[in-house]
């Protein structure tokens, strides 16, 4: 495949109050044209900074990110981004969202009407083209999440890259966007880079998984293909044996090795494995409860000792 | 207790107390307030003595009322009969000379108080407008700009407490030193809206850089992803952005604005509601208490209504309809 995005020597210190603090080193990782790449890891470990950095909206402060052969130094469309909190103009219906975005990237290229026809085309696309003329503030949370990928979608992107995108939603929300999102690439073929907090996300829509360990000073820790044949369905991948071996190393990676401890009582020792690893509470990791999951799984010994 | 056999009653009986104490919280309590406040009026007017007489009742007042209105009607009476007269006079010159140039004067009679009320809305306008013509770009320009807002905030938190009786003796000499063309908008016009405007400024200048400044962040990246220019990222992001926060700040001006004016207009002359009040200090008549009260009703009248516009216009330019506007 060919390589469409690398990420070489990626490093980034943000100055604080209290001193530099290093976020990021040596982030290395090729993505090829076409590729859907999740990037999973426990909140805070710097996700959203190497998305940032892909998107040029930060700057690295050591290595760099090349697209198609030329380095990213600032934020552009080819690289659009959805973000976890729809970052929608909620002054804007849903047509006028995605007409702001078409409008600056196809000026001179599209006529007014080949523009109306490419801002619906994209709002069906996301199944948004009932509640077209509606704003923000009239929709719901999922519903605004489908804007902002038409919006990003309708930008024609090299990258498309999420943040989170499904973080804030109710799981069964959740489930109808990945399969929304499954079938849009299908047809699009699009580059993708998601982060998110769930395991079953991760393994469902990806075609590679970059495990990021935990900061400060956060880098790759692992690489996961998943090599799942698609177009891929929920239902018949939950008794699938290679699904579940590859959630099962995803949970491995974030609940064993790179276990979150920093965040609890010292008396807990990071040194022991917990009892049960595998949780049925801590399967998938939702945006705001990364943090409370593992905790559950390391408090249940201080339990018994107490 | 007895709840059990009322249990199908119970939602109907509910929304009938619910509503009950809608109407009594709508109109029952105001009604007593404002009974109240009558009675402690009367019976407190009734007992001050002044070199005016007795201080004015509300019977008083309301009599004063009628009085002004009267004026008011007489003089309406008046104009239409110096039209008619004019109409006349004109008409019969043409007759005998058809070449003759009319001269159209209009009717110039003793201000009353409806006048007065028109003219001080005309002047609080004004210097409300100037006020935001200057704090709304001003305004954006130091939120955009750290460093602009860094030079220049300190000078609003100077300028921002200074009451308007201590700028109207400057903005008077001013004005008379830079206006001299006498004859047109009067002076005292002038003087007024410029107090009112130098008074009425900082809420709106103030309101609209917080608003500026606290643009979304995610909306900041959307617009550098989109790769807006500097004048699309300001009429599209931050201006609309911010438009809540700028009606607030006007709605706040305006009524200072308002405060400022009635001030402003008893020293510089201007011939609205302040001047009437003044006038009538000077007058000392035995309706001068009275009529002081009704222009101070008339102020708050006016005050609320000015507030109300403003509330109205800052609820139909606001995207978020959750905010509580109030
Ligand atoms: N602008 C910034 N200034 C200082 N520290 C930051 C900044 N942005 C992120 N960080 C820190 O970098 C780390 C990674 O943050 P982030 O990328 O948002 O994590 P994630 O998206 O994985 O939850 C966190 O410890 C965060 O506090
Ligand atoms: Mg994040």
Request: proline fraction near 6%; hydrophobic fraction near 45%.
């Amino acid at each position: 495949m060919k390589t469409l995005l690398e990420l070489t020597q990626v490093g980034i210190e943000f100055k604080t109050p209290k001193g530099s603090f290093k976020a990021l080193e040596n982030v290395n990782l090729k993505i090829g044209t076409g590729e859907f790449v999740s990037l999973i890891g426990h909140s805070g470990c710097g996700k959203s900074t190497v998305l940032n950095i892909v998107a040029g909206l930060l700057k690295a402060t050591t290595g760099g990110v090349v697209l198609e052969g030329r380095e990213v130094n600032e934020p552009g469309p080819e690289r659009a981004v959805v973000f976890q909190n729809h970052s929608l103009l909620p002054w804007l219906t849903a047509y006028e969202n995605v007409e702001l975005a078409v409008r600056q990237i196809f000026r001179g290229k599209k006529t007014r009407a080949e523009m109306k026809d490419w801002i619906e085309h994209n709002l069906t696309l996301v199944h948004m083209d009932h509640a077209m003329h509606k704003r923000p503030g009239e929709i719901s949370g999922g519903m605004k999440q489908r804007v902002g990928i038409a919006r990003a979608l309708a930008m024609e992107p090299k990258v498309l890259l999420l943040d989170e995108p499904f973080g804030a939603l109710d799981a069964l929300t959740r489930a109808h966007m990945q399969d929304s999102l499954m079938e849009i690439q299908s047809d699009l073929k699009n580059t993708v880079i998601m982060i998110t907090h769930d395991v079953d996300e991760a393994v469902l829509l990806s075609d590679r998984i970059v495990m990021m360990t935990n900061g400060p000073a956060a880098t790759i820790g692992e690489i996961l293909t998943v090599d799942l044949p698609r177009p891929r369905d929920r239902l018949a991948l939950a008794d699938d044996s290679a699904y579940n071996h590859l959630r099962h190393e995803v949970l491995r990676f974030l609940y064993e090795k790179q276990r979150k401890v920093d965040d609890f009582t010292p008396r807990s020792s990071a040194a022991k494995p917990p009892a049960q690893i595998v949780e049925p509470k801590a399967e998938s990791v939702h945006a705001g409860e990364a943090d409370a999951a593992p905790q559950s799984v390391v408090e249940q010994p201080q339990e018994k000792v107490a | 207790m007895s709840a059990s056999p009322t249990v199908p009653h119970k939602m109907p009986r509910l929304e009938l107390s619910t509503l009950l104490t809608k109407t009594l919280r709508a109109i029952v309590l105001p009604f007593f307030g404002a009974a109240i406040f009558l009675l402690l009026w009367e019976v407190t007017s009734s007992k001050i003595q002044t070199s005016l007489g007795q201080f004015p009742g509300p019977g008083q007042v309301v009599k004063q009322v009628h009085g002004l209105y009267l004026e008011f009607r007489d003089d309406q009476e008046r104009a239409a009969a110096f039209y008619v007269r004019q109409d006349q006079r004109i008409a019969d010159a043409r007759a005998a000379d058809p070449n003759y140039a009319p001269e159209y004067r209009t009717y110039a009679g003793k201000p009353t108080f409806v006048k007065q009320i028109f003219t001080s809305l005309k002047t609080v306008f004004t210097g409300f407008i100037l006020a935001s013509l200057i704090a709304i770009p001003l305004g954006i320009a130091i939120g955009l700009s750290a460093n602009l807002y860094a030079a220049i905030n300190p000078l609003i938190q100077l300028f921002k407490p200074i009451s308007p009786l201590a700028w109207l003796p400057l903005v008077t000499i001013v004005v008379s030193a830079v206006y001299t063309n006498s004859d047109g908008i009067p002076k005292s016009y002038i003087t007024s809206a410029i107090t009112v405007m130098l008074c009425c400024l900082w809420p709106t200048l103030l309101n609209t850089a917080v608003g500026v400044t606290s643009v979304s962040t995610d909306l900041i990246n959307v617009s550098r992803v989109l790769c807006l220019n500097w004048t699309q990222h300001v009429r599209s992001i931050v201006l609309p952005s911010s438009v809540p926060m700028i009606f607030a700040g006007l709605r706040l001006s305006l009524g200072i604005a308002w405060m400022v004016l009635i001030a402003a207009e008893m020293l510089a002359q201007n011939p609205g509601l302040g001047k009437f009040v003044w006038d009538e200090f000077q007058n000392g008549s035995s309706e001068s208490l009275g009529r002081i009260m009704v222009a101070i009703f008339t102020i708050g009248v006016i005050g609320y209504l000015l507030d109300l516009l403003m509330l109205t216009l800052q609820r139909s330019v606001a995207w978020d309809k959750q905010a509580i506007v109030r």
